[in-house]
């Protein structure tokens, strides 16, 4: 059985979460991280881990951000 885990996004004082296993998480924010690699080729794809997906998620708003510094925040 694959472990599950919960992601919390933060917006504009809002907080919500998503919760599976790392390759159905890849799969919802996959938009995300596609957006951000288009502009930072430094954002990876495909994250192994959960740390490695919340750090490539915040690398990829940031990167796609119109100023540079995106207001989502992911964390665990």
Known sequence: ???SYTIKRTRRNRTTEM?????????RFSYVLLTGYSWN????KTPETIKSLILNLNKAADSSAANGHSDVLYFQ
Not at 19 to 27: A, D, V
């Open 19 to 27: 919760s599976g296993t790392i390759n159905e998480l890849i799969n």
């Open 41 to 44: 080729k430094k954002v990876n």
């Open 1 to 3: 059985m694959s472990k």
